[in-house]
């Protein structure tokens, strides 16, 4: 259940209109990285969370929902910075409205390119923001990753979170309006706390490395192969114990076209990972069961109904309905 308010988790304002500044900051309205696809993502994820990972469900929807009201501040900013637009499109009969919301015939053939760049913003819009991304390229469902495994979830978040704080970051730079940097500054703020929020969360999930069940080909999961000619780098990525556990090291293979021809395409490659094919494998299973036994095990039997919560699942402070 949702329930809107009509304050701002924020409260935006803006010193004065600013067109060229909202067609950018569609991009955190309707654009790939933005607050749009952030909710979408965390709410599509959160519905295979509800029993197995009730505390994780719970985490997905309060962000998906604070994203929602994100979304809400950047379309109140971008309204703010067309102030004047719609009105002045009701009056078109009277006379072109670019003439006299911009001064100076520089101004109006700025405002107009901007336009036919972006056909729906102004023209379709009314004044309002679209969802798109700053060049007119419609939202899309494409934009929402959602794998139903939270080892791979949370990393697809972890992501998302720091391309948004980029964004904002860089947006910072096209504005002066300090007020509009203000709200820039909190949103980017909020991305590096949810970041650190699915950090948190995934770090709950054990193990979380590799994500998802399979621990991959011990032959290869060690090897780094130095496909570039020339001058080599070398550090924890392709030398020594790197991320790995005590006495698992990087495989360093300086001539990956010899290395294959030697090793008949790979076929006879030696094991570099301390583990056996079957101890890789009992882990395999093992981990199959643990988390196959968290979600069959959270499932409850006959009626289902999404809003029966648990004694155990309800907070202290809170009692069901």
Do not use: C
């Amino acid at each position: 259940m949702f329930h809107h308010i009509k304050e701002l988790q924020f409260d935006a304002r803006v010193s004065g209109p600013d067109p060229k500044f909202a067609q950018m900051l569609l991009e955190q309205f309707g654009g790939g990285n933005g607050e749009l696809k952030a909710a979408m993502q965390y709410f599509v994820q959160a519905f295979l969370a509800r029993h197995p990972y009730p505390d994780k469900y719970d985490l997905l929807m309060d962000i998906a929902t604070e994203e929602l009201s994100h979304l809400e501040i950047v379309g109140a900013t971008i309204t703010m910075l067309l102030q004047g637009v719609n009105g002045e499109l009701k009056e078109a009969a009277e006379g072109n409205f670019l003439t006299r919301l911009m001064s100076g015939k520089a101004a109006k053939e700025e405002i107009m390119h901007d336009a036919f760049t972006n056909p729906q913003f102004l023209v379709l819009s009314g004044g309002g923001p679209t969802v798109t991304d700053s060049v007119g390229t419609p939202w899309s469902g494409a934009y929402v990753n959602a794998n139903g495994d939270p080892t791979v979830d949370f990393r697809s978040n972890i992501a998302a979170e720091s391309r948004a704080k980029i964004v904002y970051e860089y947006l910072t730079k096209f504005t002066d309006d300090k007020h509009v940097q203000e709200t820039l500054q909190f949103l980017m703020t909020r991305e590096i706390a949810h970041f650190k929020m699915f950090e948190a969360a995934l770090a709950t999930v054990q193990p979380n490395f590799p994500p998802g069940i399979l621990q991959g080909d011990p032959r290869f999961t060690h090897v780094y192969y130095d496909m570039s000619d020339s001058v080599t780098y070398r550090g924890p990525w392709n030398e020594g114990q790197g991320p790995w556990g005590s006495g698992e090291k990087w495989k360093y293979v300086a001539n990956p076209v010899q290395h294959v021809r030697d090793t008949n395409g790979l076929k006879n490659e030696q094991h570099v990972s301390p583990l056996s094919n079957e101890q890789l494998n009992e882990k395999n299973r093992a981990l199959a069961r643990q988390r196959s036994a968290e979600i069959k095990n959270s499932m409850p039997s006959g009626e289902l109904g999404w809003s029966d919560y648990t004694r155990a699942e309800l907070s202290p402070t809170r009692k069901a309905s």
